[in-house]
């Protein structure tokens, strides 16, 4: 009898490990990239600008992941008219969907945030401008070791502010998943 109870349990564990397989390497992916942006509206500035952007992303089904992105682009002087040293700031919310192979993975996000717009006008004073927007980009992921791997992304964002609206970043960097 108990020899039936080990082959049992043994079966059990077993198609526990095949469905364990079956799902996504990692559950969790945080990110660090850094890059170049620049506004499409404006072309006076070119896209030769610094940004940053820092994610955290959830696994939520097959080749599904949610992530929370948070970044800042800094923007040339003549991006935005009367406004010097301006800087977009943004959180967004966004799904990614992924075309994973053995050694990389390709994938398109869409997401919604909220934007900031700062600066400071000619005669000193600071301005902020918010408006919600959305982003839509396309990333690789391609593996360095189980659990890092390396980040290049081209992403675009619309923000509704009264001015520049159109905004583009390109990114690289690292990523963890765990």
């Known amino acids: 009898m108990r020899r039936s109870g080990t082959l049992w349990i043994a079966g059990f564990l077993f198609l526990i490990v095949g469905a364990a397989r079956a799902q996504e390497r990692y559950s969790y992916t945080g990110e660090v990239l850094g890059g170049l942006s620049g506004s499409l509206d ?16 959830m696994v939520t089904d097959d080749r599904t992941q ?8 800094d923007l040339g002087d003549r991006t935005v008219p009367d406004l010097r040293s301006p800087q977009l700031d943004y959180a967004v919310l966004a799904g990614r969907y992924s075309f994973p192979e053995p050694a990389y993975d390709t994938g398109v996000f869409l997401g ?20 919600l927007g959305v982003e839509l980009g396309f990333t690789g992921d391609f593996d360095v070791t189980r659990h890092l ?11 509704f502010f009264h001015e520049t609206q159109l905004y583009g970043e390109g990114l690289g960097g690292i990523a963890v998943h765990f």
Not at 113 to 131: F, M
Request: net charge positive; proline share 0%.
């Open 42 to 57: 404006q072309r006076t500035d070119g896209f030769g600008q610094k940004a940053w952007e820092l994610g955290v992303g």
């Open 66 to 73: 949610t992530t929370l992105r948070v970044g800042r682009m």
């Open 112 to 131: 919604l945030g909220a934007y900031r717009l700062d600066g400071t006008l000619a005669l000193g004073d600071r301005k902020r401008e918010t408006a």
């Open 149 to 159: 791997s390396f980040v290049a992304e081209l992403a675009f964002h619309y923000a």
